[in-house]
Structure formats: C-alpha cells, structure tokens
C-alpha cells in the first residue's frame, strides 16, 4: 500500500491504518515525511486536550470518564497515552487497557499507547505527529495522556490546547515535587479522589497556590475541580470547565498562540534530529568515542570537542 | 574574579566558589566553555552514583544515608539534586533541605540542587558540568539524586559509574510505571520503607522481573537490597553493593566505557545547543512562527520547513 492510500484510508477512519501511522511515528519511519505531507490539508480542527499528573493520581481513570463523557456529545474522541521512558510497556499500559476497555467496542473511539524511548528527544517531534494523524481521521477532541513528574509534563503542555493536570491525596512527597513543576502548565487543577482523607487538603494547598500567582486582567483564572472519576463524579465539571477554557482561548488569541508554538517546536525537533543524524553519519560512533577519550584523557574540553563536530557540518 | 581564579579556588574547595561555578551551569554561562577547559585536568576521578526512583520513595532520607556512611570512611561527598522540571524549586527542595541538614556543617560535604528546566535539552550536558565541578573540587565520591519517572531518570544512569533505582512499598500505579522504565538502568534495586506493608511484595516481584532479563556469563547480577534509610538500616549493604558492581565494572571494561559514553553524550549535547542557538540566530522567532504559521495553514508539511531551517544551516 502507498503511503496515500494509507493516509487516505486512516482519513476514513480506517482503524488499522491509524494504527500503522502511529506505528511509523513510533518507529520514526523515513516515511514520516511523505505521511505528513499527506495529512496535513485533513489535520487542524481537533481539540487537543493534555491530562497530566504523578503516577497514581488518576490519570486513566479519568481519560476513561472524560471519553465517556465527549462520546455523549456525540464527538469521535482519540486517546494518545505517551510513555516517553521505555520500550517495554508492561504494567502501566496493560493497566491502561483494562480501564480503557469500555470503551473497547466503540468504533468512534481511538485509544492509542505510544512509546517514545530510543529517538532522542523523540517526545518533541513524535507526540504532535501522533496527535496529527488521529486529528486527521477525524477526531473531534484528542486526549493526549502522559505519565508525568519531569519534563514531559512541561511537554505535554507546549502541545494541548487546554492542558489539565491531576493529583490526588495521599501521594506524599511525590504531590510537592509535582507541584513545583505543574503549577506553570495547568490550564485546570482537578484533585481526583476527592472521597479520599486528605482531599481537602490538596484543595485548598492549591488553592493558596494559585492565588499567589500574578495575573494580569483578562488572563486565564485556572479552576480548581474535585472529581472522583472511578464513578465519573464531577467530570461533567471538568468537561464545563475544559469548554470554558476553550472558549477564552480562542476570544484571547491564545488559542492560536499555542498552536503557532506547537508547530514551531515540532518544526525546531525535526531540524535538530535531522542535525542529530548528520552528526551520527559525519563522524561515526567510533570517532565520537575518540574525541570522548581525549577529554577523558584531559587533552582537550568537551566545548572544543563539541567545536570539531559543529565546523565538520556547516 | 577571573575564572582561573575562580577555578582554583573551587579546586581548592572553596563552597562559595563551587557554589558559583554550579550557579554558572545552572545560568548556562557563555563562560561555561573556559570554566570546563580549566576544570578537566583536576577531574575525573570521582565515583559518580546516581540514586533515582518515583516521588516518595526516599531518594532524599537514602542520599542522606549513604552520605553518612561515606563520611564515616573519610571520603569527601559531594551530593547533586537534579531538578530537572521547574524553575521554582519548592515544596522538593525544601524537604532536601530538612533531611540534608545533618550534614549542613560538615566541611567535606557539598550539597547542591540544580534546576535545569529553562535550557532545552539542559539536563544532558548540565548534569555531566557540574559532576565534573564537584569531582575537581576533590569530591571521592558524587551522588546525583533526581526526582525521575521519565527520561530523566533514564539519562542518570548514562551518567552515573552505578545507578541505584529506589523503589517503597505502598505506592501504587507509580510502581508498576516505574518498572517498566527502571528495569535497564538499575545497577542495585533498593526497597526502601522495607518495614512497612508490601514490601515483601515489592521485592518478590522485582526478583521475578530480573530473573526475566537475559543475562550473558560475567554480566552483572542486579541485586535488590531492603533498606530503612530513615533508621540508617540496609545502609552499610547498599554501600557494599555499590563497591561490589564498581569493583566488576572496572575489571568488566564497564566503567570505563560508560565514561567514554557519558562525555560522548555530554559532547553531543553542546554541539547540539550550539546548533540550536545557530538556528535561533539565523531565523530568529519571527521567521520561525512564520513556518509554524504556514504549516498550520496547510501551505507546506513541518518536514519542508524544518529544511529551510537546516539548509540555512549549512
């Protein structure tokens, strides 16, 4: 099959031509290229939507709940569950699927693992094109879901139109470190099982959080939900609260901004691995080893060293 | 002060000039490159560990640990927390700090957190810059601490001689995450809160998944230790275990290509932020949101414009 056949058919909503073209983002297929070229005049009208959040939070569930949710508006909804760490996708995923499996039998419904390890700073260029082809097979809202404390939560952000971040009571250390990097990238606060002891808590730790951001007139006033998404409690909340963030998004411009930097990014990490990939073929592994060996050995700084790569390519 | 002088002081160990010198990888100084140049005849030397794991596993209590009984050797220690999220470095860094205070008078101790969020792709070539600071400022031993689930712990362990991966009982989903991702990096699994409930568990499981992996004759055998590091127990084997995998890493040829590896990296890095600043130089942001512009409008894929970008380059 042609690669515009394929993309032709995963238009139509072809399951496993979806498929294949995320396997290809997955695999970094030279044939990328020839695949975005394809997708792009169908890409562009779905509302991509980040969900967020430490391990354990809630993450699933609620992608399941808010799935639940879109489809009773009638939209077609896909999910993109990044695992930016590992090849082997064992538990966490496996766990994914049983959440996920109501909705196993929905054909207006495309969930999606994808597992990024192996391209360098593949996260950066890979997630958007995943995000595009589901968008081009028709996906009216796509979920994009990141198992995240550390730089891929930061990423997601860059890449949804509306990004919500999750915690829950009870995660002990893990609730501070995430705080610290979530609180400049959550368009939505929701702390998940908020039947929990020590729910309130995180509210209101939150809540005095967010206060003491500075906010201009007219920015976004991030809301702070509760939700218990194993019995779908307060997701029609959180579905509200995603519409109106949408809404002034696109009043503001911000809407387009983030697409503008979403795009300007996916462009700047295909240049860079392109770059990436004249290195690797100029010098070789093996004369990479030996410029490491004689900073090792103190003959020379890395910045000299980094200096011989960067002149052999302009 | 010029940076010979500045470097012969942290050499010297001078705190505050160590201090300033980290401050300078965290700020990405321009005056990195003559700061790195004047520092590599004085590394190399020092055992690098890194300690990774999910939020609330007890990197902090065990780094606190192992500092304890490295002084108790008479090594000198430097210790590294890696933040590799947020500028802001709060609620984490602070409970750092708490449990870090043991040591806070101690001379021959050197504790420092690095936030590296900021610079893209910061954390591989900041982390290697300021071991090398701490390893020519006569540390014998550094310990890289980082809050990972995700890329980040996964490039620890390209940094460090031994990579020690912590897990606890009690922590959910987080666990199951973290397995898939740990499993390659681990040198010595550690289960930490081995008094609490679950810990057997925990360890039962880790012992099946490594009896999993296939190992060569003379690979290293992973061992999973059981540690209550807040009570200092399991400590004085974690230590044993970690001269044990140096002592086979040495004889092995490992260690020595994992440091060719690590400045290989370190090297790529630089050559790769020097190339993204050659690209943000030439374009500027204006040309960039104008192909991001163009892409979105559907006027050519992100593949043509990323070439623009590298054509220019060239």
Partial sequence: MTVD?????????????????VSMVEDASPLL???MAALIPHAGSALVIGLTGAPGVGKSTSTSALVTAFRAQGLR????????????TGGALLGDRVRMQDHATDDDVFIRSMATRGHLGGLAWATPQAVRILDAAGCDVVLVETVGVGQSEVD??????????????????????????????????????????????VVRDLRATVRMTERAPGDWRQPILTTVASRGEGIDELVAAIEAHRAWAVDSGTAQQRRVRRVRDEIQA??????????????????LDELARSVLAGEQDPYVAADTITAAMR
């Fill in 156 to 201: 997601v952000a860059g890449l949804a139109d509306t990004t919500v971040v999750l915690l829950a009571p009870g995660m002990g250390d893990g609730i501070q470190a995430a705080k610290a990097g979530i609180l400049e990238v959550g368009d939505i606060f929701v702390v998940n099982k908020a039947d929990r002891d020590g729910a309130d808590a």
């Fill in 270 to 287: 295909i240049a860079i691995a392109d770059l990436r990939r004249a290195i690797a073929d100029l010098h070789g592994d093996e004369r």
């Fill in 5 to 21: 056949e394929l993309v032709a058919r995963a238009v139509d909503a072809d399951r496993r031509a979806i498929a294949r073209l």
């Fill in 77 to 88: 909804v896909g999910v993109l569950a990044v695992d930016p760490t590992s090849p082997f």
């Fill in 33 to 35: 290229r020839e695949v």
